[in-house]
C-alpha cells in the first residue's frame, strides 16, 4: 500500500506540476492576447481619431470655401466693395453722409433716398459679416490664420475710408476689434518675414 500511495503521490506531484505549467502557459497566452488586443483596440481608436480628424479638417475646408464664396459672390458685398473702392467720391459715402446729416437735429438734413438706404443697409451686412467672422474667431470655431488670410485684406485696407472706419467706431465694434486683430497678424508676420 506504500508503494501504491507513493505512485499515487508522485502522479499527482507530476500532475500538480503539469497543471502548474498549464496554468502558467494558459496566463502568459491570456496576457499576450489581452495586449494584442488592446493594441489592436488602440490601434483602431487612432485610425478613428485620425479619420475623425481628416473629417473635420475637410468639413473645415468646405466651410470656409462657401464663406469665402458667400463673401465674394453676394451681389449686395460686391456693390459694397465697389464703393469702398472708389473711396471718398463714392455713392455709399454720400450716402452715409446725408443718413449723418438727417440723423444729427443740428444740422437736419433731408433724409436719405430709398437708394442711400439700400447701399446704408448693404453696408451694415458687410460689416455685420466682419462681425460674425470676430465673434467667430473669438468662439475658436473659426481659425484666427484662416480667416486672416482669406479677409485680412478687406478688413484692413478694403474698409479705409473715413466715413466708413466713423461707422465702424460708431457702431461695429466687432469689426474694430477684427481689423486690430489682424493688423497685429500682418505685423507680425512682416517683423518674421523681415528676420528670417
Known amino acids: 500500500m506504500n508503494v501504491l500511495a507513493a505512485s499515487l503521490e508522485s502522479w499527482g ?10 496554468l502558467a502557459v ?3 497566452v491570456t496576457a499576450v492576447a489581452a495586449v494584442r488586443t488592446y493594441r489592436q483596440g488602440q490601434a483602431a481608436v487612432f485610425r478613428q481619431q485620425e479619420e475623425a480628424q481628416k473629417q473635420a479638417r475637410e468639413a473645415t475646408g468646405r466651410w470656409l470655401k462657401e464663406l469665402q464664396e458667400r463673401f465674394a459672390n453676394d451681389e449686395s458685398f460686391a456693390m459694397v ?6 473711396g471718398q467720391d463714392s455713392d455709399l459715402v454720400q450716402a452715409l453722409a446725408r443718413k449723418t ?3 444729427d437735429p443740428r444740422v437736419g438734413g433731408p433724409e436719405p433716398s ?3 438706404w439700400e447701399m446704408i443697409v448693404a453696408l451694415d451686412d458687410y460689416l455685420d459679416f466682419f462681425a460674425f467672422l470676430k465673434r467667430l ?11 486672416y488670410m482669406l479677409f485680412s485684406w478687406y478688413a484692413i485696407s478694403g474698409l ?3 466715413a466708413v472706419e466713423v461707422e465702424i467706431e460708431r457702431s461695429f465694434h466687432w469689426v474694430r476689434d477684427l481689423r486690430r486683430l489682424f493688423a497685429e497678424m500682418k505685423r507680425a508676420r512682416e ?4 528676420s528670417g
Open 13 to 22: 506531484t507530476f500532475l500538480g506540476g503539469i497543471g502548474g505549467i498549464m
Open 26 to 28: 494558459t496566463a502568459i
Open 81 to 86: 466693395r465697389r464703393e469702398l473702392y472708389r
Open 101 to 103: 446729416a438727417y440723423e
Open 114 to 116: 430709398v437708394q442711400d
Open 137 to 147: 474667431i473669438d468662439a475658436r470655431q473659426l481659425d484666427r490664420d484662416d480667416a
Open 160 to 162: 479705409q475710408v473715413p
Open 191 to 194: 517683423a518674421a518675414s523681415a
